[in-house]
């Protein structure tokens, strides 16, 4: 119980001094900063494929289906693993419905050529992804069979073919899914909320980085541990913008704008 208060402590002093740090629209001078955040960040349109996806988010949580399996990612702080649902899985682990919306924008705002993410889960933010850009190859891993399994079937709903599930271990699949993809575009690191585990990461996909390529990093605040890698991520020398929105931190590989390091509120 103590463990727990100071783990929810520590996440409100994080999220507090986020705020208190954090940059408004207004205060925003880069040109390419400004544009992202008024024509990604704040953008209200509302698609259809939000609709679609919605639908697929609440059959989900209402799955009370209990696999007999571990993932290979870190357990959610959440859930109690020996007696979690596919539901409950759904609810604490897939990207929220405002996150999934701003990542649709911002792929459909970047139109990358090409896609990776690692982490598939349930499939959410894999369709929010692909459907932002659907004539974009897009590569997805997931180390649990059962999620593989119940993500394909999402995926089959909104019959989106440019995806590509490769089950496994990260460290495993990972080469594979860069030979196929060659440079890599635009990368969503998600399902391993470990310090050592995202810099390896990091460091394996850098040099397969295509030119102004951008990487988006899933609970930059989960742990003390989660903290210290964002921070050696975005001290990157290749590294000339970072994003902090509190629960996502995104990584712009762009040469010629300013090197900024900037926390926004959306």
């Given at each position: ?265 959306v």
């Amino acid at each position: 119980m103590l463990g727990s208060l100071k783990e929810k402590l520590r996440l409100v002093m994080d999220y507090l001094r986020f705020r208190m740090d954090a940059h408004s629209r207004y205060s925003i001078h880069s040109p390419f900063l400004f544009e992202l955040v008024n024509d990604v960040f704040r953008d209200q349109r509302h698609y259809y494929a939000f609709d679609e996806i919605k639908k697929i988010r609440f059959q989900l949580q209402g799955n009370k289906t209990k696999p007999f399996e571990s993932d290979f990612g870190e357990k959610s702080k959440s859930l109690d693993v020996e007696k979690k649902t596919i539901g409950e899985i759904a609810r604490v682990t897939a990207l929220p419905d405002d996150y999934g919306k701003m990542m649709f924008r911002l792929v459909s705002h970047l139109k990358p050529d090409n896609m990776l993410e690692l982490g598939t889960g349930t499939g959410i933010s894999s369709l929010y992804l692909a459907a932002a850009a659907a004539a974009s190859p897009f590569i997805t891993i997931e180390g649990s069979p059962v999620l593989s399994d119940i993500a394909e079937a999402n995926f089959k709903v909104m019959k989106l073919n440019n995806i590509l599930l490769l089950p496994g271990k990260f460290h495993e699949i990972l080469p594979q899914a860069i030979t196929r993809l060659e440079k890599l575009h635009f990368v969503f690191i998600d399902g391993d909320h470990k310090k050592q585990s995202l810099l390896q990461y990091m460091k394996i996909i850098k040099p397969h980085l295509a030119k102004n390529a951008t990487v988006v990093i899933d609970d930059i605040y989960w742990s003390p541990d989660m903290k210290e890698a964002w921070h050696e991520c975005i001290h990157l020398p290749e590294v000339t913008l970072s994003v902090d929105m509190y629960r996502l931190g995104i990584l712009f590989f762009r040469k010629g704008i300013t090197k900024q390091h900037l926390k926004v509120v959306v």
